[in-house]
């Protein structure tokens, strides 16, 4: 007996495996593995043409590298994954968008606030300052829920990757990190418009 392997697909972990002598189990397919630097456009028919030289009715065909049939086998697995990741990016780039557009409102709406501020002889970077520290909070405030839903979600797609954690630490603190910049910089626009209005036409706005 040998370790277990996975010959049939890589989803399937724990299929036995066992030597069985050649010339004993009357095997009509023989499988040929070959390493080393060579061109791979030509071994097959440099393997045919060593085979044939010893018997030149042993038939050789199926000819293939490791890498392509890894490729072939992970073809449907990697159709679905690209498809997930489409709609990951779209979602990605919807949820940016929302989150901009939602906090970009609500600092535009206090524009009124912002002016009787100035009036009142607030610093211009007092508060850019207040205003990115209430955004900040509700951008982390928000990613924390966001990650802990994305944490229950991503134990669905465990089934769908092969050496690779659903749970992907690099990944969920790069799309935290890329909604909070966005969050940011959806305080940072609309606070920076706002101050360079008068105070004046800042008291009047409605």
């Known amino acids: 007996m040998i370790a277990n392997?996975?010959?049939e697909s890589l989803a399937d972990a724990n299929?036995?495996?066992?030597?069985l002598n050649l010339y004993q189990t009357g095997g009509q397919r023989l499988t040929v593995f070959?390493?080393?630097?060579l061109d791979t456009a030509?071994?097959?028919?440099e393997v045919r043409e060593q085979?044939?030289?010893?018997?030149p009715t042993l038939p050789v065909f199926g000819g293939e590298t490791l890498d392509g049939i890894l490729s072939g086998s992970l073809a449907e697995r990697r159709f679905s994954m690209?498809?997930?990741?489409?709609?990951?990016?779209?979602a990605l780039l919807l949820?940016?968008?929302?989150?901009?557009?939602v906090i970009s409102y609500s600092v535009s709406e206090r524009t009124h606030e912002i002016g009787i501020r100035m009036a009142l002889g607030a610093r211009r970077t007092d508060i850019l300052r207040m205003v990115l520290r209430q955004g900040l909070r509700l951008a982390i405030a928000g990613a924390a829920v966001g990650l802990i839903f994305a944490l229950m979600v991503a134990q669905l797609m465990a089934g769908l990757l092969y050496s690779v954690r659903p749970t992907d630490p690099v990944t969920f603190a790069g799309v935290a990190l890329l909604l909070v910049g966005v969050a940011l910089l959806a305080c940072y626009v609309p606070a920076r418009r706002a101050l360079r209005v008068d105070p004046q036409?800042?008291?009047r706005h409605e």
């Open 15 to 19: 299929v036995p495996q066992i030597y």
């Open 51 to 55: 085979i044939q030289a010893v018997d």
């Open 42 to 45: 030509a071994i097959a028919d």
């Open 201 to 203: 036409v800042a008291l």
């Open 82 to 90: 690209e498809l997930v990741a489409l709609f990951a990016v779209t």
């Open 34 to 37: 070959l390493r080393g630097h």
């Open 5 to 7: 392997a996975r010959t």
């Open 95 to 101: 949820a940016g968008l929302g989150i901009y557009g």
